[in-house]
């Protein structure tokens, strides 16, 4: 089974995405038909949808695709009533599929905001819901995101797009140290995503391989999960471009049962997405 773990969708026409005025490749409707559509031909038998806005409106549009194994929605970490406002998601048309909960913690100005009480509230209370976390986090970022796991470790967490690596100047530190550093809690896990886009348009498979061998060598296939960031990802590649190099760096650093892993097994376990088989 391969799972997709890591896609968005969007409507600037039915929903304000500010955002998007930087890019104007993306600024049209991505529905799930255009994602099937994309993804079909690589044997993409699932994927987890997850949120762009700092919405619950978005969350509980995304709770109503069907065609979505899983979604990680936002809610207000912050919040006080956080922990009823998660229930109350859960109780709604498609609640089953909520797995975890994301923050645009990439754009707060403060690099600690992971680590404020009221946000440490907040994440507990995902994590006693029976939700992961997704840390969006820049390299900077990384410090508060292992303190936060180290104080958390009943919480699962998971890294999305490998903490933004800075591909495109061949930075390697301190992402490399840091990553290794948050990789030795157990209870985070890794997306293997987002990559193309740090790397840029002008991108080859040899400038990302060193990244992804290290994400490989910290985490491991049983923490690493294949994410396509589509349709982010057209910014720099195709999602058959995506997915080709995804196997290409990978097929020379694990075993087939590995591979495996990374393409489905981990969003499955991760993500509590047993009812898929």
């Known amino acids: 089974m391969i ?5 968005h969708l969007w409507d ?51 709770l109503q695709v069907d065609a979505v194994a899983g979604v990680v929605g936002w809610a207000d970490l912050t919040d006080p009533g956080i922990t009823d406002e998660l229930a109350r998601l859960k109780e709604l048309p498609g609640g089953h599929r909520l797995v975890g909960i994301r923050h645009l913690v990439q754009d707060e100005p403060d690099p600690s905001w992971l680590t404020r009480p009221d946000v440490k509230r907040g994440l507990r209370a995902v994590g006693n819901g029976g939700l992961s976390y997704d840390l969006l986090v820049r390299p900077h970022q990384l410090l508060a995101a292992i303190k936060i796991v180290t104080e958390l470790p009943d919480a699962a967490f998971v890294l999305d797009h490998g903490a933004k690596p800075e591909i495109a100047t ?10 290794e ?6 209870n985070v896990a890794c997306k293997l995503s987002g990559l193309v886009t740090e790397a840029g348009p002008d991108w080859s498979a040899s400038q990302i391989a060193p990244y992804v061998t290290h994400l490989v060598e910290c985490f ?20 058959a471009e995506v997915f080709g190099l995804a196997r290409e760096l990978l097929a020379g650093l694990l075993s087939q049962s590995e591979l495996d892993a990374v393409l489905g097994r981990t969003a499955v376990r991760h993500y509590r997405l047993e009812h898929l088989g």
Do not use: I
């Open 3 to 7: 799972v997709d773990a890591h896609h």
């Open 12 to 62: 600037p026409a039915a929903t304000r995405h500010d955002w998007l005025a930087d890019f104007p490749a993306l600024q049209r409707r991505f529905d799930q038909a255009d994602f099937q559509q994309a993804s079909k031909t690589h044997g993409v038998d699932a994927s987890v949808l997850v949120q762009v806005l700092n919405s619950t409106a978005e969350t509980e549009e995304f």
């Open 170 to 179: 061949g930075s390697t530190q301190p992402w490399t140290k840091l990553v």
């Open 181 to 186: 550093e948050l990789s030795r809690r157990p």
């Open 220 to 239: 491991g296939p049983d923490r690493l999960m294949f994410g396509s960031d589509w349709p982010v990802c057209l910014l720099a590649a195709s999602y």
